[in-house]
Nanobody, 114 residues
Framework: QVQLVESGGGLVQAGGSLKLSCAASGSIFSIDAMGWYRQAPGKQRELVASITSGGITSYGDSVKGRFIISRDYAKSVYLHMNNLKPEDTALYYC?????????WGQGTQVTVSS
């Protein structure tokens, strides 16, 4: 059974930094892509950042230049968030694409105070 477990969320002041981690477990041999999405109250879930098996990255416009996505080949993906803003407050979800299926984690809360 494939599972994704996120960690690293919390409360931080504006201008601060946080690092989110997501670890995949189960019988997984070659992950196609991993990424982070977020959803704020009353808003749709949106892409934050993604990274393919070949290392190609993509970022949402609102986080470009502030967030960096990385992964290791132990089935983990990370999101380094810098210069956080109150509008970054949301529930952050890890997503994995594997053999044409999409898997989601339970989410980790990030709250940025002004």
């Amino acid at each position: 059974q494939v599972q994704l477990v996120e960690s690293g969320g919390g409360l931080v002041q504006a201008g601060g930094s946080l690092k989110l981690s997501c670890a995949a477990s189960g019988s997984i041999f070659s992950i196609d892509a991993m990424g982070w999405y977020r959803q704020a109250p009353g808003k749709q879930r949106e892409l934050v950042a993604s990274i393919t098996s070949g290392g190609i990255t993509s970022y949402g416009d609102s986080v470009k230049g502030r967030f960096i996505i990385s992964r290791d080949y132990a089935k983990s993906v990370y999101l380094h968030m810098n210069n956080l803003k109150p509008e970054d407050t949301a529930l952050y979800y890890c997503k994995m694409e594997y053999r044409l299926r999409h898997y989601w984690g339970q989410g980790t809360q990030v709250t940025v105070s002004s």
